[in-house]
């Protein structure tokens, strides 16, 4: 069975993450470390249509004196819902005062 396009890219990607952790870890926990890497690197290509636009908003947030929540974390997902006009599913009822519709969790 041949691999589909750009499979061995990925391989690649999983085997220089797994060469810069040795020493660090043991073989076995790999997984432990890897799988967040894989998962953010896919979230990381799936966003990077708007990425530009997130960022410019995230920094126009962060320049807003009456914008309190300093965590840039936060400060970037009110951005990309913002910019893409999605619903943030959150505890944190702070976030509704940043237009962006929010449920509550």
Wanted: contains cysteine; aromatic residues 6%.
């Amino acid at each position: 069975m041949t691999p589909p396009p750009g499979f061995a890219d990925k391989v690649g990607f999983v085997r220089g993450v797994a060469d810069l952790l040795r020493g660090d870890f043991k073989a076995h926990e790999y997984g432990r470390v890897i799988l967040p890497l894989v998962v953010q690197r896919r979230l990381e290509c799936a966003l990077a249509p708007t990425k530009d636009k997130v960022v410019a908003k995230g920094e126009e947030l962060a320049d807003r004196v009456s914008f309190a929540i300093r965590d840039p974390f936060d400060r970037m997902l009110v951005a990309q819902a913002q910019v893409e006009q999605l619903t943030l599913v959150t505890s944190d009822q702070q976030l509704a005062a940043y237009d962006v519709k929010v449920l509550a969790a």
